[in-house]
């Protein structure tokens, strides 16, 4: 069995570090890290102390189902590289 780690798709990333809505239609808040439990979901590192980023609701299936939970989400409010997928 193998766990694969995927970034959140760069489009829809760059929408919320734009102001886009997030999944329940309200625009991202906006904070500043204190260096301690804020991973990005899009280059997938720990937001430094000191950066700001984005706290929003996201759902990762476009189609509602039983497996498509919205929760909170990370993002850095600056541009960050999309990381790349892995499997181990």
């Known amino acids: 069995m193998t766990i694969q780690f995927k970034a959140l798709p ?5 929408a919320l570090q734009g102001g886009g809505p997030d999944a329940y239609g309200n625009t991202p808040e906006r904070q500043v890290s204190d ?3 804020m991973p990005c979901r899009h280059c997938l590192k720990n937001i430094a102390a000191g950066d700001d980023y984005l706290v929003l ?3 990762p299936f476009p189609q509602l189902q039983p497996y ?7 993002l850095h409010a600056q541009e960050c590289e999309r990381a790349v997928e892995a499997e181990i």
Do not use: K, L, Q, S
């Open 35 to 37: 260096g301690d439990g």
């Open 68 to 74: 498509a939970e919205t929760g909170p989400i990370f």
């Open 10 to 14: 760069t489009e829809d990333v760059r």
């Open 57 to 59: 609701a996201y759902r």
